[in-house]
């Protein structure tokens, strides 16, 4: 398994999301399906004020990992936007596995994390 750390780059599948039937933690993103004339499809990530996140395929860098909740970053898009997802969406949009370890040291939280990907 190869190990790596936050700021790592990683492709967002929006169609698996799409179909592993999609149901935002928070109900603030939804995704948009467009199917042409031709038969293309395309799988857009938005957010509730219709704010393109994320299109299909595209790379996003892991910015945090808190709770449960994996926060990316759209660097391609002009303005960058972030977005999170729930473990579980991450692992779905992207086929890599997280496990996160926290270490409590004096009064300060020290978040030690290490990213497994399979």
């Given at each position: 398994?190869?190990?790596?750390?936050?700021?790592?780059?990683?492709?967002?599948?929006?169609?698996?999301?799409?179909?592993?039937?999609?149901?935002?933690?928070?109900?603030?993103?939804y995704?948009?399906?467009?199917?042409?004339?031709?038969?293309?499809?395309?799988f857009?990530?938005?957010?509730?004020?219709?704010n393109?996140?994320?299109?299909?395929?595209e790379?996003?860098?892991?910015?945090?990992?808190?709770?449960?909740?994996?926060?990316?970053g759209?660097?391609?898009d002009?303005?960058?936007?972030?977005?999170?997802?729930?473990?579980?969406?991450?692992?779905?949009?992207t086929?890599?596995?997280?496990?996160a370890?926290?270490?409590?040291?004096?009064?300060?939280?020290?978040?030690?994390?290490?990213?497994?990907?399979?």
């Amino acid at each position: 398994m190869k190990k790596t750390n936050i700021e790592q780059t990683v492709s967002v599948s929006i169609e698996s999301l799409f179909k592993d039937e999609f149901n935002s933690y928070n109900y603030f993103l939804y995704i948009d399906h467009t199917i042409e004339s031709n038969g293309n499809e395309y799988f857009d990530l938005y957010d509730i004020f219709g704010n393109l996140l994320c299109m299909d395929g595209e790379e996003c860098i892991v910015k945090n990992i808190s709770n449960g909740i994996v926060t990316l970053g759209n660097e391609y898009d002009t303005p960058a936007t972030d977005f999170s997802l729930t473990l579980n969406e991450f692992e779905t949009a992207t086929g890599t596995t997280i496990k996160a370890w926290f270490h409590q040291q004096t009064n300060k939280e020290i978040l030690w994390r290490n990213l497994l990907w399979t």
